[in-house]
């Protein structure tokens, strides 16, 4: 069994009327109270104006923050109240990352850079490669595994990326404006891949200001003003997919 | 089986191997490799400073020790005249047989300065040679100093009374002779001398290194026209247990009408001065190596807080990927160890090399203590610590969306 399939009837993600406010004169509230529940396979997008609790919301939901007030559960795991150690666990085992800007290190070559996505579980590092050997393979750069990133494109590196974040079979892949960075050609393939990986099941958020992208994606949620303005399935695009 | 309940399992806690830690310290150095090797200078020389200082006073208290040795501590020198300078009289021609009569006293001679000059042949001007003095001895004078030849005999009872000489190292070397084989005959003032052996470099007495000796006979029938040669140092060796009973009798003995004009010394007394007064310069050095360590240690530090903000966003990805806390303030830890202890196997690898160098040009030989070695790199993986816990535990502190948030 892998961990990117929850146990069945376990959403991949659970909130319940999450709140984040940043401390400031006055304070901001960047998240006013979002319930939200993704099912283990879904694929969703995450739309709305700069400045609405976008990234926050994914933080959040990525236990790089903590939400001031509210429930967080990953995989039925209660995220909320956890130490600061145990995040780490969830971050490790639970969640993968995709960024904007990649955040690849320099200096490292394709497959080290996926197999520090193990790092922290305390795998040995011939499984680690192994693990990322095959990752790389996935991502369609198999032929690239020696390359440090400053030798790829601009679209190659996120597909590293992403490859990384997939490595320790996460219950949920989240990603930041995966596209945000690169043309259209590149972010196109970069798409093809994310709809790839959840055809194989796996449950993706995708943060995106690109609205045709997020009207091809089965799930759209809107946000506003640290509010859910609009939570659409549709359900053509649900059927296509599953 | 117990009944479980809707609690889901804990997930086990991030984990990195001891492995990792280092390669995870190491990679950040691998990246800046100028940075590095200028980092880890400041500690490099601190650590030479120190390792050579302690590797060249020890080489060179070795080397004394050696001398010390070879002198032996129950040597004693006697000499005449205070106020015009030691060695500007002479003492009593009885003072040999006088000092001899002392019971523990094991063996006496006695030296005196001929006036004369010294040329390797009758054509070349005494100029040549001007820094060479004419000794007269007693043929026991190379047992007294414990002085050995490096070639030939030295006089006996017979050849003192001949014109024949044993030059000191640094004549010989000055005249050209290396082997009596030669057959070589040395010109001093208008008479010829047979040179029958050299002598190793005296410690006891490093004046015959440059003098040419001859027997006390011979120095009164060639080169003082029959005047009588009158002893001006008395070398006396006595029983170890003795020594400073023999030297508190001395001046009376030589000469009881005025004790107060004999002087009497131990040239093992010099060396033991010299020892104690290059370990001020030892401490002196040392707290000079210090200071430039604390200069490095800093240094560290301060390369240690700017690669912990340029690096915010890898410490962002690192928390993503499961990293907890602790897990950075290692990684950053371990870098500033490995640059200080790097530091410090170059310092001490220098500083031995200093020793090496300047100990073989100066003929000691070469004594690294092995405190040195150990404490060099000791300190420098403890200053790399100290130097690291402030930026590493900043790194540690960095909220992970903080780190993210680039630009
Ligand atoms: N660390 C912080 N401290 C204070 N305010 C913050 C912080 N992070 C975010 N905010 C504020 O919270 C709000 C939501 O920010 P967030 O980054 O989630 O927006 P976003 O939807 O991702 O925007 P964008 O599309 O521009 O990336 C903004 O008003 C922002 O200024
Ligand atoms: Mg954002």
Redesign the pocket.
């Known amino acids: 069994m892998t961990a990117d399939i929850a146990p069945i009837g376990v959403p991949a993600l659970e909130l319940v009327d999450v709140v984040k406010e ?3 004169e006055p304070p ?1 509230r ?1 998240l006013d109270g979002v319930s939200l529940r993704v099912e283990a396979g879904e694929l969703a997008a995450i739309v ?12 959040i939901i990525g236990t790089l923050d903590r939400p001031t007030s509210g429930i967080v559960r990953l995989a039925g795991v209660e995220a909320s109240a956890m130490s600061d150690k145990q995040l780490s666990a969830v971050r490790s085992q639970l969640i993968g990352f995709v960024f904007q800007q990649f955040f690849l290190l320099e200096g490292m070559t394709a497959i080290d850079n996926v197999a520090n996505g193990l790092l922290y579980r305390g795998i040995a590092p011939s499984e680690r490669r192994q693990a990322a050997a095959e990752a790389l393979d996935r991502v369609g750069l198999g032929n690239r595994m020696q390359h440090t990133p400053n030798k790829l494109s601009g679209g190659e590196r996120q597909r590293v990326a992403i490859a990384r974040a997939i490595v320790n079979r996460p219950s949920i892949v989240l990603a ?2 995966p596209t945000g960075n690169l043309d259209s050609k590149s972010g196109g393939s970069v798409m093809d891949l994310i709809r790839e990986l959840h055809l194989e099941g796996r449950t993706i958020l995708i ?1 995106t ?1 690109d609205r045709e992208l997020a009207a091809s994606l089965p799930r759209r949620i809107s ?1 506003r003003d ?1 509010l859910v303005e609009s939570d659409a399935t549709d359900e053509t695009l649900q059927n296509a997919t599953q | 089986m117990i009944a479980t309940t809707a609690t889901p399992v804990p997930l086990p806690n991030s984990r990195l191997r001891v492995g990792d830690v280092l390669r995870v310290g190491a990679s950040g150095l691998r990246t800046r490799r100028l940075r590095t090797g200028l980092s880890t200078l400041g500690v490099a020389i601190g650590i030479a400073a120190m390792v050579g200082v302690l590797g060249l006073s020890a080489s060179s208290r070795e080397d004394l020790q050696i001398k010390i040795r070879a002198l032996g501590t129950n040597l004693l020198e006697v000499q005449a005249g205070t106020g015009f300078g030691r060695g500007s009289g002479t003492l009593p021609d009885t003072a040999v047989a006088m000092v001899s009569r002392i019971g523990p006293v094991t063996s006496v001679s006695s030296i005196a300065t001929v006036a004369g000059a010294v040329r390797r042949n009758d054509t070349i001007s005494a100029g040549i040679t001007s820094g060479i003095s004419v000794f007269a001895a007693d043929p026991g004078l190379l047992d007294t100093l414990h002085a050995t030849l490096a070639d030939g005999r030295w006089l006996d009872a017979a050849t003192s009374t001949y014109p024949a000489a044993v030059l000191g190292s640094v004549t010989a070397q000055k005249l050209g002779i290396v082997d009596v084989a030669d057959q070589l005959r040395v010109r001093i003032n208008d008479e010829w001398f047979a040179v029958i052996g050299i002598l190793d470099p005296v410690a006891a007495a490093p004046g015959l290194d440059r003098g040419a000796v001859v027997g006390i006979a011979a120095a009164s029938t060639y080169l003082t026209a029959g005047a009588a040669v009158v002893p001006e140092t008395i070398y006396v060796r006595t029983s170890d247990a003795d020594v400073a009973a023999v030297r508190n009798v001395l001046s009376n003995t030589v000469n009881p009408a005025t004790p107060e004009e004999v002087q009497v010394s131990r040239p093992s007394d010099a060396l033991a001065a010299q020892e104690a007064a290059s370990t001020a310069f030892t401490s002196l050095f040392l707290g000079l190596g210090a200071v430039a360590l604390l200069v490095g240690g800093i240094g560290i530090a301060n390369v240690m807080v700017i690669a912990v903000i340029e690096r915010r966003s890898e410490i962002g990805l690192r928390r993503a990927l499961g990293a907890t806390r602790a897990h950075i303030r290692r990684q950053f830890l371990t870098e500033a160890i490995l640059l200080a202890g790097a530091g410090g196997v170059v310092g001490v690898g220098l500083g031995a090399g200093v020793t090496a160098v300047y100990a073989s040009i100066k003929h000691w030989q070469i004594v690294i203590p092995p405190i040195a070695i150990i404490g060099g790199f000791v300190a420098a993986v403890v200053i790399g610590g100290v130097a690291g816990l402030y930026p590493a535990s900043r790194a540690a502190r960095l909220p992970p ?2 780190a993210l ?1 680039s630009n």
């Open positions: 940043y401390p400031g901001i960047a709305g104006p700069s400045g609405s609790g976008k990234s926050t919301l994914l933080h930041d404006e943060i200001h946000m640290g | 969306t903080e948030r």
